[in-house]
C-alpha cells in the first residue's frame, strides 16, 4: 500500500498533466474549423474539468485522512503511555463486588487514596476519577466517575 505522500505527490502529477491537456485543448481549438472537431474538443474539455474536480475532491479525502491519522497517531501515543504506567495501579475491592483502581503507591491507605473508574481503566486505557456523588440509604455511597459516568456504589464495611 502506497505511503500518503506518494499518494499525494501522484494527485499533483496528475493534476499538472490535466491542466497540460487543458492548455494543449485550447491551442488546438483555433486550429480546428469543423464542428465535429469544435464538438470532440468540447467533449475533453469537460472531461478534463470534470477530471479536475475528481483530484480536487481526492484532495480534500486526502486532507481529512492525514488530519484523523494525526488524531489516532496522538491517542496511540496516550494508550501507550497508559500502558506503560499501568502497572502502577491496583485494583481495589469495594463493598459487594464494585471495584476501583489505586495507586500502588496508595495501597497502605485505599480509602483515602484517589479512586480510578474500573470501566474507564480496562476498555478506554486511561485514569478517570470516580468522584462521591452523594449518600443513600443504608449508608451506602454513590460514585460517579467523571469521563464516562459510571456509578459505583460503595456499602459500608462490617
Not at 75 to 97: C, P, Q, V
Request: hydrophobic letters at 40%; charged letters at 25%.
Amino acid at each position: 500500500m502506497a505511503d500518503w505522500a506518494t499518494i499525494t505527490s501522484q494527485i499533483a502529477t496528475t493534476l499538472t498533466l490535466l491542466k497540460q491537456a487543458g492548455g494543449l485543448v485550447r491551442e488546438v481549438v483555433p486550429l480546428v474549423q469543423s464542428s465535429e472537431a469544435k464538438e470532440k474538443l468540447n467533449e475533453i474539455r469537460e472531461q478534463l474539468l470534470d477530471a479536475s474536480e475528481r483530484i480536487n475532491d481526492l484532495r480534500a479525502v486526502n486532507n481529512e485522512i492525514a488530519d484523523r491519522n494525526l488524531v489516532l497517531e496522538g491517542e496511540l501515543r496516550e494508550i501507550k503511555a497508559f500502558i506503560s504506567n499501568k502497572n502502577g495501579y491496583i485494583a481495589h475491592k469495594l463493598g459487594r463486588g464494585a471495584f476501583v483502581y489505586v495507586s500502588e503507591m496508595h495501597m497502605d491507605n485505599p480509602e483515602k487514596a484517589p479512586w480510578y473508574c474500573q470501566h474507564c481503566f480496562e476498555v478506554e486505557f486511561r485514569l478517570s476519577p470516580i468522584n462521591y456523588q452523594k449518600g443513600a440509604p443504608n449508608r451506602m455511597a454513590i460514585f460517579e466517575c467523571q469521563s464516562c459516568g459510571a456509578t459505583i456504589e460503595d456499602y459500608p464495611r462490617n
